[in-house]
């Protein structure tokens, strides 16, 4: 086994209400790569964000090579060794590949950079990666897979002994991510500590020389990548055993009656996001989709509700071909969309929780027709009490409410165009346990009045819990369908295992 | 003085009236100008009937602001979405060159040819911002710096004079008394504010500027929206731009409406809509716009050269955007007290 580079005991970190990291131990050794897994809100984010002193942690010990760290800022913790590069590139577009690896530790004479110097300094960060490109070149020309080879070169230009590398994948294709791992192995090869945090179970696989599960804040275990198969990961994950997945087959599921088919896709297709694709939407019944992250699922309800267009295939509506060219149009066909980023997609941050309530179904009833203000107070209150809406008055700005509470506002929006069919995109996302509780008693209730939904949720257990069918998605195509007795936790993550194998 | 009678009253109830409203600090903001130059700038208030018409400073005043008030309406809309348009004062000249142009056919031709051109001018600039989606600023950019060269191939590069009755009128005659660009204005408010507050355009108009995603999420139409606010926005200017040319009695494409775009820009942002767009204040930017309008004529009044009257119009609104700003109302009170600022009621228009 080779030597500790960072190790961590005890790691602690609280936010309001919420333990998100819980006495974590873990341990990254050189020249090895260590995958962190977990399901949404297991911790990892925490846990890389309290090593990188994003969050600085309230309790425990951490150590780079036997030295106390305790970074308050990303820049200590580089100064400590520890380097990371993120999910989304973090670098600036429109600089050179020179200036983005050199930048803020530029060498200087006089005051000027000394941009030959800079150059130099470039291309030996590139060459240790096993990399030669044109420096000169402008990032934003770069292709996003060449731009995280860039954040690597950065990230590994200073002293780094440990490189953290969150979710790196989710934007490349194979190829992309067979270029990425030959330059991960070589790093790893040369001694540094690498934490490597991925959803793609067959990436993890494929790189990783073991792994630590973490769950709700917790540690769950540190195992060798070889004395841990993919079933018993997935297990872990989840918080189950295999056998005990086996046991809860069937329970909180009602029988599926399915109704009527409302709406159908056949071979729905758009570039660079879904593959051709076959969906049956009925009345009356949930359709989960479960993906990884990158595998399409959002792109998919993108498409169904004409926020893009599809370059193949044809969508029917009740048997008619239509064809959406804005969510407008959708949305009078009766589609309904949760989009699943709060903060950017879906709270108009400074208005009210009652305009942000009434803007859809004022967009459905066009600019002319206002809401009377009375019908708009009663749609509030009624939404209010029925979703247990917590704010202290509609005249309420919605950034002062919980995520939560803006989840339902949104989720009531929605529901006030009184939609035939709509698509929840991750619509407990971020929420606690209690509200999540109260929409999925939303979701039952809304199905058994003889709405179509979609819901898109990565996590398997609630999805299972709420779905008639799931379709799973991978590399943006449907791999597989479950339906009835397959509807359960197991049965996806075998689909996701199987798939992921092959 | 009677006139003391009427405004002071009026003033303090305005201001207790919006006393937790956005509009407290540039209605503060005019009343101490105001008190100012009651004290110390004599004749500022007087005001005396001639030929059954109100003269007076304070007259000028309205009279002369009905421009940038014109221009703020179309701008206040135009700024709530997120955007600007620094292209009405070039927009005026041409509105008013048009007008001059066409006087000789017949008044209803004139108005319309200078109103209509001002529509084009307002549907060219939101084409470019929502159809094909450039940047406001640099959309608006480009008619601003041609505008004035459209205006003078209008005139061929002359001063058109025009004599009227009508369109003389617009800018100089009186109605009931005050001036008829009075009138106009309030019209215009009035209208303005029942198209935003009676229809959804209001809530959809706050909805893009705050958050143009999530707005297109919800399925309004955005872009229409944008591309209706700057045809407004043409539109107010083509008014303001007739007024102008109806001031001087011709149309000279040089100096009609220069740099009062800046002036209308200027009352939204005092008016207390954000730059940044969501919520606006369509009162607010009168307010705004008077603001400006008394400051200039104050300095005229105190006889400060119009050549460094920019430095203590300058300070002034400085100050009352200081006022405004989050930070420093926080650090203030931070200083009275400690408690957290209460939940703010929902503006008005």
């Known amino acids: ?120 300094r470039a291309r030996a960060a590139l060459a240790r990666l096993g990399l030669e490109l044109d420096v000169d070149r ?267 509470n803006q989840r339902r506002v949104i989720l009531a929006g929605s529901l006030a165009t009184e939609p035939r069919l709509l698509i929840l995109d991750e619509p407990t996302r971020g929420i606690d346990v209690g509200a999540q509780a109260d929409i999925e008693r939303l979701l039952a209730k809304l199905r058994d009045q003889g709405l179509a939904i979609v819901f898109i949720c990565a996590d398997t257990a609630e999805l299972s819990r709420n779905s008639q069918r799931i379709a799973v998605l991978r590399d943006h195509a449907k791999v597989a369908e479950l339906t009835g007795t397959e509807v359960n936790e197991q049965a996806v993550m075998r689909a996701i295992a199987r798939e992921a194998a092959a | 003085m009677i006139v003391d009678l009427l405004i002071w009253p009026a003033l303090a109830a305005l201001l207790w009236v919006n006393r937790r409203r956005p509009l407290l ?112 600023i640099i959309a608006t950019l480009i008619l601003m710096v041609a505008g004035r060269g459209v205006a003078q191939l209008v005139t061929d590069g002359q001063i058109i004079n025009f004599e009227q009755p009508a369109l003389v009128y617009l800018g100089n005659g009186s109605l009931l008394g005050l001036p008829f660009t009075l009138a106009l204005v309030l019209g215009m408010f009035v209208l303005t504010a029942l198209l935003v507050r009676r229809t959804a355009l209001g809530l959809f108009i706050e909805a893009i500027g705050d958050n143009e995603t999530a707005a297109r999420f919800t399925g309004l139409p955005a872009r229409p929206v944008k591309f209706l606010v700057y045809v407004f926005a043409g539109f107010c200017a083509g008014l303001a731009g007739l007024v102008a040319a109806s001031n001087i009695k011709s149309a000279d494409a040089n100096h009609i409406g220069l740099y009062l775009e800046l002036d209308a820009i200027l009352a939204v942002v005092v008016g207390g809509t954000a730059l940044t767009g969501g919520r606006f204040q369509l009162a607010g930017s009168l307010i705004g716009a008077l603001l400006i309008q008394t400051l200039g004529t104050t300095l005229y009044a105190r006889n400060v050269g119009a050549d460094v009257a920019t430095v203590p119009k300058a300070m002034v609104i400085l100050a009352v955007c200081l006022l405004q700003s989050p930070v420093l109302r926080a650090k203030l009170a931070g200083l009275r007290r400690p408690t957290p600022v209460a939940i703010r009621k929902e503006g008005s228009a």
Not at chain 1, 59 to 87: F, K, L, N
């Open chain 1, 1 to 120: 086994m080779s030597a500790p580079v960072l190790v961590c005991r005890g790691l602690t970190k609280r936010f309001p209400g919420v333990v998100a990291l819980d006495g974590v131990d873990f341990c990254a050794r050189g020249g090895e790569v260590h995958a962190l897994m977990g399901e949404n809100g297991a911790g990892k984010s925490t846990l890389i964000k309290a090593l990188t002193g994003v969050h600085p942690r309230d309790a425990g010990e951490a150590s780079v090579d036997g030295r106390p760290v305790h970074p308050r800022s990303p820049r200590e913790a580089e100064a400590a060794g520890i380097s990371t590069v993120y999910q989304e590139v973090n670098l600036i577009p429109d600089l050179s590949i020179a200036e983005n690896i050199c930048l803020g530790r530029q060498r200087t004479r006089l005051g000027f950079i000394r941009w030959g110097e800079a150059r130099t």
């Open chain 1, 138 to 404: 402008t990032l934003s020309e770069c292709s996003i897979a060449v731009q995280q080879l860039v954040a690597i070169a950065r990230a590994t230009d200073i002293d780094a002994r440990v490189l953290i590398l969150d979710e790196p994948t989710s934007s490349l294709d194979a190829g992309e991510v067979a270029q990425l791992f030959t330059v991960v192995r070589r790093l790893r090869d040369q001694g540094l500590a690498i934490v490597f945090v991925s959803h793609f179970l067959d990436q993890v696989y494929a790189l990783a020389d073991r792994i630590t599960v973490l769950r709700n804040g917790r540690l769950v275990g540190e195992f060798p990548v070889a004395e841990l198969p993919r079933l018993q990961l997935v297990a872990h994950m989840m918080g189950r055993s295999v056998d005990e997945v086996e046991a809860l087959r069937h329970r909180d599921r009602p029988a599926a009656a399915p109704g009527e088919p409302l709406l159908s896709t056949h071979g729905l297709a758009r570039r660079h996001a879904v593959l051709p694709l076959d969906l049956e939407l009925r009345r009356g019944e949930v359709l989960g989709l479960r993906g990884l992250l990158g595998s399409g699922r959002t792109e998919v309800a993108r498409l169904l509700f004409g926020l893009d267009r599809a370059d193949a295939g044809e969508t029917r509506l009740e048997g008619r071909p239509v064809v959406f060219h804005s969510p407008a149009e959708a949305m009078r066909a009766g589609l309904g969309l949760t989009p699943e980023d709060r903060k950017t997609q879906a709270i108009l941050p400074n208005l009210t929780v009652r305009e942000n309530l009434i803007v859809a179904l004022q967009a459905r009833r066009g600019l002319w027709k206002q809401i009377p203000r009375a019908e708009q107070d009663r749609l509030v209150a009624d939404f209010t009490r029925a979703l247990g809406i917590k704010t202290s008055g509609p005249e309420q700005l919605i950034r002062n409410l919980s995520g939560g």
């Open chain 2, 25 to 136: 600090w540039p209605l503060l903001a005019l009343a101490l100008l105001l008190l100012f130059n009651r004290l110390f700038t004599p004749g500022f208030f007087i005001l005396e009937i001639r030929d059954g018409r109100l003269y007076g400073t304070l007259v000028d005043v309205l009279n002369q602001g009905s421009k940038v008030m014109l221009l703020a309406l179309g701008m206040t809309l135009v700024i709530a979405t997120g955007g600007v348009d620094p292209s009405v004062g070039a927009t005026m000249a041409i509105a008013g060159a048009v007008m001059a142009r066409l006087a000789g056919v017949s008044i209803p031709v004139a108005l319309g040819g200078g109103l209509g051109v001002a529509l084009l001018a307002g549907a060219w600039n939101g084409l470019l911002v929502s159809a094909f989606r450039i940047q406001p």
